[in-house]
């Protein structure tokens, strides 16, 4: 893994966490971003399925 690579994946590990303390304006915030074009830069991964999972971990 790259630096860059690695960079990506830290930004995107530490959004997922933030998600799952956020207040409902953060979570706003933070699935706009998973939603954005600078998310799809940083990963190919889909990010209704990462919003689903990370909802689906209070059920």
Known sequence: ?????ALANAIITQAAKDYRTAAPQGKAAIRK???SAYFTILTSLDPEYLIARLEAEKA
């Open 1 to 5: 893994m790259d630096s860059y690579e």
């Open 33 to 35: 971003f998973f939603r």
